[in-house]
Nanobody
Framework: VQLVESGGGLVQPGDSLRLSCAVS?????IAWFRQAPGKEREGISC????????YYAKSVKGRFTISRDNAKNTVSLRMDTLTPEDTAVYYC?????????????????????????WGQGTQVTVSS
């Protein structure tokens, strides 16, 4: 499985940005994590390729939207109303054995060790 992220960049507070993850190989759950300098990696969203169900962490719920295009083998993360606190390296991750259960993840959070395949990361910087 190979994952390639694209779409990062420098934006101003309040702007929007779309990240994309090109997926090659069989996976089910595709997730986005982010890691800011000096902080732990945070799982922020996940989508199941099988049925399209999604999960969002509280920190991004209502601002970020994850979507999939199975025909193009891509997953996108639309990020709206960005703030400087969203500045981080964003990673796409995937696994064939994981199912993102939103109710479970709301209580337990996503764990990076659950995902076996990772992209190289793309930098998102939100600054005026």
């Amino acid at each position: 499985v190979q994952l390639v992220e694209s779409g990062g960049g420098l934006v101003q507070p309040g702007d929007s940005l779309r990240l994309s993850c090109a997926v090659s190989g069989f996976v089910n759950a595709i997730a986005w994590f982010r890691q800011a300098p000096g902080k732990e990696r945070e799982g922020i969203s996940c989508i199941n390729r099988s049925d399209g169900t999604t999960y969002y962490a509280k920190s991004v719920k209502g601002r970020f939207t994850i979507s999939r295009d199975n025909a193009k083998n891509t997953v996108s993360l639309r990020m709206d109303t960005l703030t400087p606190e969203d500045t981080a390296v964003y990673y796409c991750a995937a696994d064939s054995m994981v199912y993102c259960d939103s109710d479970y993840l709301q209580a337990h959070n996503m764990t990076s060790t659950d995902f076996s395949s990772w992209g190289q990361g793309t930098q998102v910087t939100v600054s005026s």
